[in-house]
């Protein structure tokens, strides 16, 4: 009962194949290609797999037409259909507190199914009850999710990420270029500035929305982080987090079971 997740953010579509679909499933194969080389997949990486999946489950945000060349390579290679998570009013234990629910990016909305069940998994092993939690991915944008211990999404941020902050400086202002520098705590050269500048900019957001959620639950939430550049942000935060490189394929996981049930 192998399982395909796929997860196709702004710049790489990601992947990764499962025993079964339900959290805690061993991963047998996994990969990632740029949105430019999707039509590899078939021919490529997904060729000799050691299993064929029976199901799959993605999430996209890049669009349509990105959307539609991945679901060519699984139809060319898989005999499965694919499926795809739309945000909705309420999903696997997590209740969506947005305006327009559905207008919530559907990775940010998996991503807080996956960090909701491991912080219950985590509690229980505890014997403790329900926490409040930040979630944070921290790719080519860069959102920062609370949510309450109930586990309702009660709103989140949406911000640059680094790399967007850094061309749109070099874009907007004279003389200053993407820069190869060190996150200083008092930056002494042009490099290092931007580079410093734009990762407290994140480290800063965080710690807002802790503050935020902390506040309005009276209780210290579990801070999660995820995403392609989490690992480099996480020397310059200064609230207690846990790295969770998995985040969106373990939401994958659980809704996938959810709704098997």
């Not at 047998?28 to 489950?57: Q, R, T």
């Not at 979630?135 to 990420?161: C, H, R, S, Y």
């Not at 999660?224 to 310059?236: E, L, Q, R, V």
Request: aromatic share 6%; glycine share 10%; net charge negative.
């Amino acid at each position: 009962m192998a399982f395909l997740a796929i997860d196709i953010g702004n710049t790489r579509l990601k992947w990764a194949l499962y025993d079964m679909a339900r959290p805690g499933a061993v991963a047998l194969a996994s990969g990632a290609e740029f949105l430019d080389h999707i039509e590899k997949l078939a021919d490529g990486p997904w060729s000799d797999l050691p299993i064929a999946p029976v199901s799959m489950l993605g999430c996209v945000v890049a669009g349509d037409a990105v959307r539609r060349r991945a679901e060519e390579q699984v139809h060319e290679r898989f005999d499965c259909s694919p499926r795809w998570v739309v945000s909705s009013a309420a999903e696997a234990g997590v209740v969506n507190g947005y305006d327009h629910p559905t207008r919530l990016g559907a990775d940010r909305w998996v991503a807080m199914i996956g960090a909701r069940h491991r912080m219950l998994a985590q509690q229980r092993e505890l014997d403790k009850g329900s926490r409040p939690m930040v979630v944070v991915m921290i790719g080519t944008a860069v959102t920062v999710e609370a949510i309450d211990a109930e586990g309702k999404f009660l709103g989140g941020l949406i911000l640059p990420g680094h790399g967007i902050m850094l061309r749109a400086l070099e874009s907007g202002t004279a003389g200053l270029h993407v820069p190869t520098g060190e996150v200083r705590e008092f930056p002494t050269n042009t490099s290092d500035a931007l580079t410093s500048g734009g990762t407290y900019a994140i480290a800063g957001a965080v710690e807002r929305m802790v503050q935020h959620v902390r506040t309005h639950c009276g209780a210290e939430p579990a801070c999660y982080i995820t995403g392609g550049a989490g690992w480099k942000m996480a020397p310059s935060m200064n609230v207690n987090f846990e790295l969770v490189e998995s985040l969106i394929m373990d939401g994958l996981l659980v809704v996938a079971e959810a709704r098997a049930a």
